[in-house]
């Protein structure tokens, strides 16, 4: 048997680390460079987790030694085993889990069941608020944002200050943190379910918590919080609650009227189905359902008020989604359980949300559409250009029924932007199964992400060129 009593477990962590080698090496499948850079700085993240692991049980084991050497001069001889087992065998148990962990993690983000596609609906959130930290998608079992602080180096530092720790009458504390854990990059993992990933009906609804990490990281609504001025203030949803619960469900709120901005009419849609098919139960988190969806309808009321000249999208997603809509606000009143007082706090709250987010610079549904409006005008001059090497993608403009009947009869993918097309395509997503609907949505995914990088590429060569 080997003089060192952790050989195996040493072993079996270098399995992990080459096991984290392979998956880095297999990111070069994934056809999105932005995707793959991700998952390469998480890969080396835990790869650093593994080595710090490796560092502290080869410093037990010279502790050990130390203290197996020391108590045979002291007459109570200890072998270097039952040294370990005694002093340090909670930290090399935790240890060997420890690296099982971030190896599983890592095989969840680079191999689970969330479409790489989703990827780009988030960055395209996170490009809106300039917000350019490293993130990555892990399949879960429920909703959860993650910093590598805290699933890496806050894991590890218990370990580590093990090394540090005196054991009174035997020997000093020796090795420092810095010695011990590797660097670790910064970035985030946002958890997701892999089947409700795949179902692009509910992407809105998973989408929206990307707005949470946004808010986690940038203080969006702090910042909204601080604007509010005269008679503008959070609303108090429940007077028998504190204000601290009252200004929770206030940030979930506040994170719904954010998405349905971003998002477009169908997010109520989304939200409702949802929510179908988990029942939702009201925590300090998360008000009652009433609240969220009354909140979001208040969108509906002013985009319908202010329709978007030249394109029918938003007046055929309101018809598709309104009547459902009012059908539950209509329950909500005759059930007493949304209030006269209640609809006034959160008119208020939809109001001062709005007039703020309206400052920020992102684009908004309304701002996308008319966007794509104003530049599908453009098209035909676009065709007439000599070189079409120095061309921006345009999208000839499209009304409603021709973009369903494009990806739904005719299997043609318009490289819309993905909130544009879902407020078109999920008006039929009853139409077809789950595995049908994401298939069409994913197709014309890749073809706006194709877009994307080639209007990106265009306007960083006009922009070199202007220098």
């Not at 007459?75 to 930290?91: F, N, P, S």
């Not at 204000?243 to 169908?266: C, K, T």
């Not at 925590?283 to 202010?306: C, F, G, N, Q, W």
């Not at 005759?334 to 706090?345: A, P, Q």
């Amino acid at each position: 048997m080997s003089t060192n009593p952790l050989r195996s477990t040493l072993e079996h962590i270098e399995e992990l680390e080459s096991e984290v080698d392979h998956a880095i090496l297999d990111l070069n499948q994934i056809p999105y460079p932005k995707v793959r850079h991700n998952l390469e700085v998480a890969g080396h993240n835990y790869r650093a987790g593994l080595v710090a692991i490796k560092n502290i049980l080869n410093k037990l084991v010279e502790r050990a030694t130390a203290v197996e050497e020391l108590s045979a001069l002291t007459g109570r001889k200890l072998t270097l085993h039952e040294a370990l087992r005694k002093y340090w065998g909670k930290e090399v148990n935790q240890s060997y889990l420890t690296a099982e962990r971030f190896t599983t993690n890592f095989r969840l983000e680079s191999q689970g069941g969330i479409p790489w596609e989703l990827y780009y609906m988030v960055l395209d959130i996170f490009d809106g608020f300039g917000f350019d930290e490293t993130f990555v998608f892990r399949e879960g079992s429920h909703f959860m944002n993650e910093t590598s602080e805290e699933t890496i180096s806050e894991v590890l530092d218990p370990l580590a200050k093990a090394l540090q720790e005196p054991i009174p009458g035997k020997i000093d504390g020796q090795a420092t943190r810095e010695e011990i854990i590797p660097p670790i990059s910064s970035a985030h993992a946002i958890s997701y379910i892999a089947g409700e990933a795949r179902n692009a009906v509910l992407w809105p609804v998973l989408v929206h918590e990307a707005f949470h990490l946004l808010d986690k990281r940038l203080g969006l609504f702090g910042k909204m919080e601080k604007s509010l001025a005269g008679t503008q203030r959070l609303p108090i949803l429940d007077k028998t609650k504190d204000a601290e619960v009252n200004r929770r469900w206030s940030r979930e709120i506040f994170q719904d009227i954010m998405a349905i901005h971003y998002f477009g009419p169908l997010y109520s849609h989304s939200l409702m189905r949802y929510f179908e098919r988990l029942p939702y139960i009201q925590t300090i988190e998360h008000p009652e359902m009433s609240s969220r969806l009354y909140a979001v309808s208040k969108y509906l009321e002013d985009i319908r008020d202010a329709p978007i000249s030249g394109s029918d999208i938003v007046v055929k997603a309101l018809r598709f989604c309104g009547p459902g809509l009012e059908a539950e606000m209509v329950k909500y009143r005759d059930s007493g359980e949304l209030t006269k007082e209640t609809r006034l706090e959160l008119d208020m709250f939809y109001r001062s949300v709005t007039s703020w987010l309206k400052l920020q610079k992102t684009t908004l549904f309304g701002d996308r559409l008319r966007q794509y409006v104003e530049e599908s005008e453009k098209a035909p001059q676009m065709a007439q250009l000599n070189n079409v090497d120095q061309v921006p993608f345009v999208d000839p403009l499209l009304n409603f029924d021709e973009v369903v009947d494009l990806v739904f009869r005719s299997g043609v993918y318009p490289p819309l932007h993905p909130t544009l097309l879902l407020n078109i395509i999920l008006s039929v997503s009853d139409q077809f199964s789950p595995p049908g609907f994401y298939d069409r949505f994913v197709e014309c995914m890749k073809k706006w992400c194709v877009k994307r990088a080639w209007n990106q590429a265009m306007a960083a060569s006009k922009n070199q060129e202007d220098k």
